[in-house]
């Protein structure tokens, strides 16, 4: 009787279903695959007389439900910094157009000046209001008003470098916040380039619609030192520009004692 056969008889079988198990179990082990666990359980169940099998089994099943729970644990996180993050968006961004609101706004503004006293170079804000907006929202609707402040809000970013902040104050206001302005005349001159960029017809859904826009020109330190002072000098500059006939920017000026 040859004797050098791997297994005898008996032993065949158990080989075959420690092949099997093997199988099934680095399926489990190495690819994640927790699908073969059931077919584990079935295996131990069709064959109680082996105690490799029932404790392997024992032991997979119990894999099962931490990875369960732990996949359970993961879920809860994620949605919980989901709705984090949601309620930070909403506390910071405009909803419509995806801008800084004017929290955000003034949070900016006031690392800007940090950054210019560092610099040393001038930080330009620009307070803007649309002109004629109105007549859109009267004429074509409060839908393409809507889209008209998306489409003005991403002239505008696309305007601007990365470092700049343009923000939606409210209604038809924003707010550009441009630190390490070289000179005062680069920001004159991307006055001017905003308010060519505006004026230049927006193509609605529901038509054509043209507006105009009137900027008001505040600098730091130059005009101000604080966040709301500078806030008021691109304001009361703003007033001058709507009422020098809008669609243009004013610098401001301190009022003549
Ligand atoms: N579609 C839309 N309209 C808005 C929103 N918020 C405010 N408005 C409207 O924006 C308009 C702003 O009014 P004004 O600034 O006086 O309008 P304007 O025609 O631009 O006036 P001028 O600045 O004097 O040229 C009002 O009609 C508001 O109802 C908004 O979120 N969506």
Same mark, same amino acid.
């Given at each position: ?6 297994? !005898? ?6 080989? /075959? ?22 077919? /584990?359980?079935?295996?131990? !169940?069709?064959?109680?007389? *082996? ?12 894999? =099962? =439900? ?11 996180? @994620?949605?919980?910094? #989901? ?20 929290? @955000?706004?003034? $949070?900016? /503004? ?5 950054? *210019?006293?560092? &610099? ?32 003005? *809000? #991403?002239? /505008?970013? +696309?305007?601007?470098?990365? =470092? ?7 209604? +038809?206001?924003?707010?550009? @916040?441009?630190? +390490?302005?070289?000179?005062?005349? $680069? ?9 060519? !960029? ?11 619609? &043209?507006?105009?826009? !009137? @900027? ?18 691109? $304001? ?19 009022? &003549?004692?």
């Amino acid at each position: 009787m040859p004797t050098d056969l791997p297994f !005898s008889d008996d032993a065949a079988p158990h080989a /075959l279903l420690l092949t099997k198990l093997l199988t099934v179990a680095e399926r489990i082990a190495h690819q994640g695959d927790m699908q073969a666990v059931p077919e /584990l359980l079935d295996m131990a !169940s069709e064959h109680p007389e *082996s105690p490799e099998l029932a404790a392997l089994a024992e032991a997979f099943a119990k894999l =099962v =439900v931490q990875h369960e729970v732990k996949e359970f644990e993961l879920q809860c996180t @994620i949605d919980h910094l #989901q709705r984090t993050k949601q309620d930070l968006e909403l506390a910071n961004y405009d909803p419509l157009t995806g801008l800084a609101n004017r929290a @955000i706004a003034r $949070d900016r /503004l006031q690392q800007g000046m940090e950054q *210019s006293r560092r &610099s040393n170079l001038p930080l330009a804000v620009f307070y803007m209001d649309l002109d004629r907006f109105k007549w859109v929202n009267d004429n074509m609707g409060h839908a393409a008003g809507d889209e008209l402040l998306r489409q003005v *809000s #991403q002239r /505008l970013r +696309d305007a601007v470098r990365a =470092v700049d902040t343009v923000a939606r104050l409210g209604g +038809d206001e924003f707010l550009c @916040i441009l630190p +390490d302005m070289l000179t005062v005349t $680069d920001a004159q001159a991307l006055a001017a380039r905003l308010v060519y !960029s505006l004026a230049q017809p927006f193509p609605l859904a529901a038509g054509i619609a &043209s507006i105009g826009t !009137s @900027i008001g020109i505040a600098l730091f330190p130059d005009h101000a030192d604080h966040v709301d002072g500078l806030i008021a000098c691109a $304001d009361a500059a703003l007033y001058q520009a709507k009422n020098a006939g809008r669609n243009g920017w004013r610098l401001y000026e301190r009022p &003549s004692a």
